[in-house]
T-cell receptor, first 111, second 114 residues
Framework: DAKTTQPNSMESNEEEPVHLPCNHSTISGTDYIHWYRQLPSQGPEYVIHGLTSNVNNRMASLAIAEDRKSSTLILHRATLRDAAVYYCILRAMNTGNQFYFGTGTSLTVIP | DTAVSQTPKYLVTQMGNDKSIKCEQNLGHDTMYWYKQDSKKFLKIMFSYNNKELIINETVPNRFSPKSPDKAHLNLHINSLELGDSAVYFC?????????????FGEGSRLTVL
């Protein structure tokens, strides 16, 4: 159901940028790309979403490949509070707009 | 104010018992969801309600019965609890079922079945 592939884990040094990749080679034209993160012992929280163009918000940037078969979540300066599991999700428009979470990438931030 | 609140946060019970988890959202959203996160941390959607009507029911045993008394509440009742029901259950809401924006999640309810 998830239709996305992410590395199981990544590490980053504090204060450095982090690029979290996601492959979604079977994406359809109407699928939005969403990113959520889950901090330890908390519910997931929204990070960013996009369709075709790159997107920026106060938390992160989303870079979407021209063919839309992959995307990258960019945290510009990782902090210890960014240590979390990051989920890349396709909003499946043809299955009732439901969110299907994959296994995500566990990000460790090294002080 | 907490946007999506769930009670209880922790629940420990014996096999065979019946239990409920309550969820309330104060965001004025039309759609609410229940997700289950198992021990491997995989988040799986269980149910989705839009304006008190069930719109998604994934392959969940019929021991699980969601109830939505109004669009701000979506409670989860579980009958005849089994060991495999042990998990963290998350409630979430969104503005409507066609909205491409965000899901708001509660903090989760950890259910342990002994």
């Amino acid at each position: 159901d998830a239709k996305t592939t992410q590395p199981n884990s990544m590490e980053s040094n504090e204060e450095e940028p982090v690029h979290l990749p996601c492959n979604h080679s079977t994406i359809s034209g109407t699928d939005y790309i969403h990113w959520y993160r889950q901090l330890p012992s908390q519910g997931p929280e929204y990070v960013i979403h996009g369709l075709t163009s790159n997107v920026n918000n106060r938390m992160a940037s989303l870079a979407i490949a021209e063919d839309r078969k992959s995307s990258t979540l960019i945290l510009h300066r990782a902090t210890l509070r960014d240590a979390a599991v990051y989920y890349c999700i396709l909003r499946a428009m043809n299955t009732g707009n439901q969110f299907y979470f994959g296994t995500g990438t566990s990000l460790t931030v090294i002080p | 104010d907490t946007a999506v609140s769930q009670t209880p946060k922790y629940l420990v019970t014996q096999m065979g018992n019946d239990k409920s988890i309550k969820c309330e959202q104060n965001l004025g959203h039309d759609t609410m969801y229940w997700y289950k996160q198992d021990s491997k941390k995989f988040l799986k959607i269980m149910f989705s309600y839009n304006n008190k009507e069930l719109i998604i029911n994934e392959t969940v045993p019929n021991r699980f019965s969601p109830k939505s008394p109004d669009k701000a509440h979506l409670n989860l009742h579980i009958n005849s609890l089994e060991l495999g029901d042990s998990a963290v259950y998350f409630c979430a809401s969104s503005q409507d079922d066609f909205y491409t924006g965000e899901l708001f999640f509660g903090e989760g309810s950890r259910l342990t079945v002994l």
